[in-house]
């Protein structure tokens, strides 16, 4: 499976602010390009998707910044996918001929897996994690 950019640089955004969560202070935007190495006119766009979607929050003026919406615990990869890559978690497909079904049911039951997997992980877990640990559900 390939992540996109955007997925890539929205996991590493929130990951950041995660770490920073303490007693909901706000992180400059500023700071967050320079810490994940994100082009800021990227992050802003980024951020705004992230906080129309309700996972991170705005703070506007001289000390505004940005924070996690809610606790990073109660933020899925399901969620942060739903925001940002909505096409990845469409499970469509068409019963049409002799295998479609087959193909269908098999299909639902792929999908039934992910979705278990992306409701497995979170965001405290990235912020958590270490370089190269491996994750398990």
Known sequence: MKASLKLEYSLRVLSQLARKNKGGAVT????????????????VQLLNELREGGLVDSKRGKTGGYRLAKSPEDISLKQVLAVVEPDLIDTKITLKGASGPQVAALWREVSKRFDK?????????????????????
Request: aromatic share 8%; no cysteine.
């Open 28 to 43: 400059r935007i500023e700071e967050l390009a320079k810490a994940e190495a994100i082009p800021q006119n990227y992050l």
């Open 117 to 137: 997997s992306l409701n497995g992980f979170t965001v405290a877990q990235l912020a958590l994690s270490e370089s190269g640990t491996d994750f398990e559900i």
